[in-house]
């Protein structure tokens, strides 16, 4: 389960943030995750939730935003979205490396992230927090 | 980053540009820099457990250990069975107890080269921990992947474990001896290969009649 530590990284970081900046309570975090980052978005809010339980940061949320996938041919210069897989058993969509104009293999350029984009926090005196 | 001057229990954002993969992948290019200034190639085998990995990679050293230098990084959660195993073959073995992580990460790998005598090296092979769905997010600092997997896992490995192939170079089918018993498709887990990833280079081996193990060695040496 990559998604704990993904998880664990995400949180020290916020930790980091509300540590230094004693009078900002975090509130959200805003992340962006690609497609073909296969992070498994039910299971990082899962993780997310365990490793925050009575830190500072207990209570936030976690806001996904998902970027799509975009594959670059080097053959026929395709650029776009991916070709998703057919005859899957999993209900969600794969995306794959096969150019959907010529066959070929493709580069993934874009959707391969998992980053914080932004944090959402509120003014607190840091006496009564 | 932008910070709007905030009241009391009023919310505002921050922008932060903040990649949660770049800590891991910072460290696998370091990982690779240092292979690359002795000359040494290492290669990441990833595969479920039981798909044949350590018979694998102990059969491949057998084969090319006379001709050129070769060591074996064993991940592992907690046993070392896996490198007692391979540490008969009398070439460098770096057991990693990786305890309760599922996979290898580039900080842990960087530490055991730093303990190995890179310059006498040039193959290292990496096993990986026996897992198909963390590993392919965290790069080691290896020149290629190969993903195992073994016909006695069943027909929808490949279908199952889509995101594991995107990123490798080389797929070997193993325990073919067994395919007909178990009444799997060498030629369908091919196809379900190449439909994630059409270049990617395909063996199918068994160990058991060492069908497929020199052109392993070869692709292996061509990297």
Redesign the interface.
Known sequence: MHELSIASGLVDKLLDFAEKNPDKKIVEVRLAVGEFSHIEEEQLRFCYTAVITETPIDGSTLTIENIDGVVLCPDCSYRGRPKYLEGILSEDPVATLQCPACGKTTHAVGGDECAIKSIRFKEVDPLIA | MITLK????????????????E?NAKLAKENRALLDKHGTTAIDFMGAIGSGKTTLITKLVEKLKDKLGVAVFNGDATTSNDADAIAKQNVPVVQIATIN???L?ANLVGKGLRQIELEKLKLIFIENIGNL??????PLGSKARVVVVSVTEGP?MV??H??MF?GSQIVIINKIDLAAAMEVSVDDLTRDV???????KVIPTSCKTGAGIDQVAEALLAI
């Open positions: 905030a009241q009391p229990d009023e919310i505002y954002d921050i922008e932060l540009e903040h990649s949660l993969l800590a992580g599922c996979h990460d769905i963390c590993p392919a997010e965290f929808w279908k199952k889509p995101h995107l190449h439909a994630l990833k059409p270049d990617i």
